[in-house]
Nanobody
Framework: QVQLVESGGGLVQAGGSLRLSCAAS????????MGWYRQAPGKERELVAT???????NSADSVKGRFVISRDNGKNTVYLQMNVLKPEDTAVYYC????????????????WGRGTQVTVSS
């Protein structure tokens, strides 16, 4: 069974920084894209940033210039460096991966972590 486990969330003051990590474990997976999404209370889940296996990135306009996504393909791990945090960044952050178990010849699956809480105080 493939699992995505997030870590690094917490409470921080506005203007501070946090670094989120997400590591895949269990069955070895061949991942095309990993990313971060977030959901605030009463809001829809939204994309924060994604990164392909080749290193191409995409991020929401609201976080450009503040958040940086990166990954270590060898560890099947994705990171989100969050700088200049704002109260509106408060949300549960979910790790996402698209790929397949490497033992499968082909296929596409989507995996989600359980989320990690990020709270930014004003």
């Amino acid at each position: 069974q493939v699992q995505l486990v997030e870590s690094g969330g917490g409470l921080v003051q506005a203007g501070g920084s946090l670094r989120l990590s997400c590591a895949a474990s269990g069955d070895t997976i061949c991942i095309s894209t990993m990313g971060w999404y977030r959901q605030a209370p009463g809001k829809e889940r939204e994309l924060v940033a994604t990164i392909t296996s080749g290193g191409s990135t995409n991020s929401a306009d609201s976080v450009k210039g503040r958040f940086v996504i990166s990954r270590d393909n060898g560890k099947n791990t994705v990171y989100l460096q969050m700088n200049v945090l704002k109260p509106e960044d408060t949300a549960v952050y979910y790790c996402n991966a698209v790929g397949r178990p490497c033992r499968h010849w082909y296929g596409q699956y989507e995996y989600w972590g359980r989320g990690t809480q990020v709270t930014v105080s004003s």
